[in-house]
Each structure stands twice: as structure tokens, then as C-alpha cells.
């Protein structure tokens, strides 16, 4: 069983506010990812990392940022949040090697701005 | 280019019916890897399965079987006597060899009513 935690699982909060979404991986992976996803849609690829200080932004252009200061620390913020941040956000994971490694996933994070 | 389609956006079946689901994959790489991932009402994807691209072997899983066609570029999942547990929305998707991006395609909702 895969063990990568989100948290919060569910947030609302108002137009503006800085926020930061918590991921952490207990595998040891190096690689991490995060998605953004509306219900039951297609996910996005907005952030990876290969490793420790390394990022890169995914296909989905996006004003939120990341940081890889830990292996097992993934944190994504938004230092301004907008309605059209509105979404659901997941978090994966996958060993180094070879890309036939599986992502494993967290249990998302569903935010809401007002 | 990378790509994964699949066409069918929701299916219902009845309990106890078989399913199939579609999925057509493009890349012009020889060595690429095949997924399904599962995410039921709770958010959180599930890894089901991977295919290598020279592994053609269809494969079975308890009430689950793959068939792997290189020739029309597909990896369709069969459901067998299905369940309402098996609702969910299920993803196919696909990484290239030394690459670490997942191309997921749209999703496939099923519904499987009693």
C-alpha cells in the first residue's frame, strides 16, 4: 500500500489568500507530481520533481509554485488565490529507474475559493 | 507527439454484465509503458496495471483482463460479471522509456447499477 499523505483534504477559503498545500511520501521516492484535476476529468501535470532542489513545471500552465528542499516533502502554494484555482489537487510519487515505474497517489486535495 | 484517447466519456451497465473499456494510445516510440488507473468517489487514483511495449501478453486479473493490441495501438480493460464497487472513473495512460511525464487520457466514467 502506497503511503503518500495530502493534507487538507478539503479547503474553502476567500479570493486572495496565500495557501500551501502539504504532500509527503514515506517511500523514499525521488520522484514526485503534482495534478490538477476537476471531478472525474482529465488530470493536468502542473509541477514534477526528480529530486531534491530539482522542479519543473508540467504541461498546465500554472501561478502556483513549489519547493523539493526534503525527498519526502512536496509542498505546492499559491501566494494568491482565485476562483479559477478552484479544483481538485493530487499528489503522486514513483521510484527512480526506469518511466514503467507507477505513480502512486495521494487521496487529493479539494480546494475551494470564494 | 504523445497521446492517449478514450473515446467512451461514461458507460452504465447492470450489475453482473461485462464492460469493456477503450483506450487508443499514439507515440512513435518503440519503448513505452501502459497504465490503468482507477478513482472511485473518494479521489484517490489506484494503480491497476502496467504493459510494457514488447510485452504483448494479454493479461487476467481476478474479474479484470487486459488486451494489448500494438497493431491498433490499444490497451482496452475488460470487466467481467461487474460490480457497483467497479464504479469509478477509470484512466489509461502512458510514459515513454527514460522519460518521467504520464500522458493520462480524459477518463472513462462507469456507472454499474444493481
Known amino acids: 500500500e502506497a503511503d503518500i499523505y495530502q493534507t487538507p483534504r478539503y479547503l474553502v477559503i476567500g479570493t486572495g489568500k496565500k495557501i500551501t498545500l502539504e504532500c509527503s511520501q514515506t517511500?523514499?521516492?525521488?520522484?514526485m507530481y503534482w495534478y490538477q484535476q476537476d471531478p472525474g476529468m482529465e488530470l493536468h501535470l502542473i509541477h514534477y520533481?526528480?529530486?531534491?532542489?530539482?522542479?519543473e513545471k508540467g504541461d498546465l500552465s500554472s501561478e502556483s509554485t513549489v519547493s523539493r528542499i526534503r525527498t519526502e516533502h512536496f509542498p505546492l502554494t499559491l501566494e494568491s488565490a482565485r476562483p479559477s484555482h478552484t479544483s481538485q489537487y493530487l499528489c503522486?510519487?514513483?521510484?527512480?529507474?526506469?518511466?514503467?515505474?507507477?505513480?502512486?497517489f495521494g487521496p487529493g486535495t479539494r480546494l475551494t475559493v470564494l | 507527439a504523445q497521446k492517449v484517447t478514450q473515446a467512451q466519456t461514461e458507460i452504465s451497465v447492470v450489475e453482473k454484465e461485462d464492460v469493456t473499456l477503450d483506450c487508443v494510445y499514439e507515440?512513435?516510440?518503440?519503448?513505452?509503458?501502459l497504465f490503468w488507473y482507477k478513482q472511485p468517489p473518494s479521489g484517490e487514483l489506484v494503480f491497476l496495471i502496467r504493459?510494457?511495449?514488447?510485452?504483448?501478453q494479454n493479461e487476467i486479473s481476478g474479474r479484470y483482463s487486459w488486451n494489448f493490441q500494438k497493431s491498433t495501438s490499444s490497451f482496452n480493460f475488460t470487466i467481467t460479471a461487474s460490480q457497483v464497487v467497479d464504479s469509478a472513473v477509470y484512466f489509461c495512460?502512458?510514459?515513454?522509456?527514460?522519460?518521467?511525464?504520464?500522458?493520462f487520457g480524459s477518463g472513462t466514467k462507469l456507472n454499474v447499477k444493481p
Open positions: 503522486a510519487s514513483s521510484e527512480r529507474g526506469t518511466a514503467g515505474n507507477e505513480q502512486f
Open positions: 517511500m523514499g521516492h525521488d520522484k
Open positions: 520533481s526528480y529530486g531534491v532542489n530539482s522542479t
Open positions: 507515440t512513435r516510440d518503440t519503448t513505452y509503458y
Open positions: 504493459r510494457n511495449s514488447f510485452d504483448e
Open positions: 495512460a502512458l510514459t515513454l522509456y527514460n522519460f518521467n511525464k504520464f500522458y
